[in-house]
């Protein structure tokens, strides 16, 4: 979407039938779309940790960024803030907070190539580089079937490296 406005504007258009939780535009300002108990459809068909259905099990959480270039601090901190409160009301662990990219390898890359994952990582807010020995893309908890290339792309979108040392094919 060109706008925050713009986006959230689809995302609460009953015709698209796309939907999350939060926005949090590039200034940093969060607006919630849907009360964090109900179901939003802004996942669509993926698998994470070998759990499909993502909608019913997750919080959606939409940047307003094209994942083409950084994120804001002022966005990176908001979303430090939003997901703090709801890793600790949900009792979510920092590896169950993934991006689109995570859960439907091939289909979505964001949020992209320019997220910052090692910062989440460090506050404890998102799952930091899997020790891996055997290169077993699932333990990483890559599960959605996937091409060999796809999954490679996703890996490589999350951990950096790490994509070169995973078996994917």
Known sequence: ???????IERLCDPVAEVSAHYMIAR??????LVDE????WHAGAGEWHGQDDINSRSI???LDNGGFH???EAQMSALEMLLSGLLTRWDIASDGVIGHSDMAPGRKIDPGPHFDWARLA???LAAAEPAISDGDPALAGYTCAASPQ????????RWGRLGATLRTG
Do not use: C, H, W, Y
């Not at 979407?1 to 986006?7: D, K």
């Not at 200034?27 to 919630?32: A, I, K, N, P, S």
């Open 37 to 40: 108990a109900l179901r939003a």
């Open 1 to 7: 979407m060109r706008s925050a406005q713009a986006a």
């Open 70 to 72: 950084p994120f804001p």
């Open 27 to 32: 200034t940093g300002e969060v607006t919630q």
């Open 150 to 157: 796809d999954l490679k792309q996703a890996i490589a979108l």
């Open 122 to 124: 460090r506050q404890g």
């Open 60 to 62: 959606g959480i939409e």
